[in-house]
């Protein structure tokens, strides 16, 4: 396969919402994710070949990379970034163990996405990495994998990596990986990028410290209330009821994200940060994900970017960024 460059898009989480801790060490999810035009970038050089049992003196199916007999042909790079274990890495492995074919080549990730921020950095990477793994297979004769084959793969890399798979808004359930198609129009938004990184799993440990005793019922009716705020957007838009430019000011009355009083606890400032978005304009100042990535959404690109000078005037460090605007089957965004 000829060497290729490919976008890895960063998302926020407009909506948010986190049930009771399950046995299993996971919670159940309410999201409305988002994808950005803010990017991470692979530059991806990938050949594959048949897996042969002379590769590793066996007969049997291909050992795993890391693992006695395994070897790992595929480097992956990110440039001023310390990648030990990552998700990339993780993608090839799948994909070759699924495929029985042998992938060789490089990976360079360049990082645009900042990491630890809530903005799904990693799991944007390995999303792109497990597509351009799986064409490289199929371009050099393999087995294609169908797009439910690489859902089940991403769902094993991580809750948010399904979502990267499919352009466009998603309303997102379960542990994040079962999704629906969410359509928006074009938004635009400020990042206010993070000073410090925030561990996810340290978020919701703290997040469940201050979660008080919702039961899985409850939680149940709370989803399906702010389920039909959504849709009922999603109706109007669609239906003409509701013009682009008042799209931010509606999903302002109904945005919510369940994490920030944990953040908020763990990083005080994020509290000011909200404040500076709402003062500068922002119909919607909240915290993506897990944090600390805190955004501002505006009625137009203008008053975006006339907001991003001034938060940047002040101190912050900002990136003007859009939600990618969902596109009706059939209609070519470049007509």
């Known amino acids: 396969m ?19 801790l399950q046995p ?31 590769d590793d003196g066996s007969c049997g199916p291909r050992p795993s990379p890391g693992v006695a007999g395994g070897a790992r042909r595929v480097v992956v790079t990110c440039p001023g970034v310390a990648l030990g274990a990552n998700l990339v890495d993780r993608a090839v492995d799948l994909v070759e163990s699924e495929t029985g074919w042998i992938l060789s080549g490089s990976i360079a990730i360049r990082k645009r996405i900042p990491m630890a921020a809530g903005m799904g950095g990693g799991s944007s990477d390995a999303a792109a990495a497990l597509i351009a793994a799986a064409e490289a297979v199929r371009v050099a004769g393999g087995p294609p994998l169908a797009r439910g084959g690489l859902a089940q793969l991403a769902a094993r890399l991580g809750a948010d990596v399904p979502f990267f798979l499919t352009p466009g808004c998603s309303l997102a359930r379960g542990r994040g990986e079962v999704l629906e198609p969410f359509r928006l129009p074009r938004q635009y938004m400020v990042l206010v990028l993070p000073e410090e990184q925030l561990s996810t799993r340290a978020v919701y440990a703290a997040y469940d410290t201050v979660a008080g005793n919702e039961t899985a019922a409850e939680f ?15 109706t109007r838009w669609l239906q003409g009821e509701v013009a682009d430019q008042d799209v931010a000011a509606k999903v302002g009355e109904i945005a919510h994200n369940d994490l920030e009083s944990a953040a908020y606890c763990m990083v005080p400032d994020l509290t000011a ?12 100042a909240m915290m993506s994900g897990s944090g600390p990535t805190m955004f501002g959404l505006y009625p137009s690109e203008q008053a975006a970017v006339r907001a991003a000078v001034q938060l940047e005037k002040v101190g912050y460090q900002v990136v003007y960024a859009e939600v990618e605007e969902w596109q009706a089957a059939g209609v070519d965004p470049s007509a």
């Open 2 to 20: 000829k060497p290729q460059l490919v976008r890895a898009p960063a998302k926020v989480n407009l909506l948010l919402l986190v049930g009771p």
């Open 24 to 54: 299993d060490g996971y919670h159940p999810l309410l999201s409305v994710m988002a994808p950005l035009t803010l990017a991470d970038e692979l530059e991806v050089d990938l050949t594959a070949e048949p897996h042969s049992p002379a």
């Open 220 to 234: 149940h009716h709370r989803c399906e209330g702010f389920e039909l705020a959504w849709r009922g957007l999603e």
């Open 273 to 284: 940060r909200q404040k500076a978005l709402k003062a500068s304009g922002a119909h919607v």
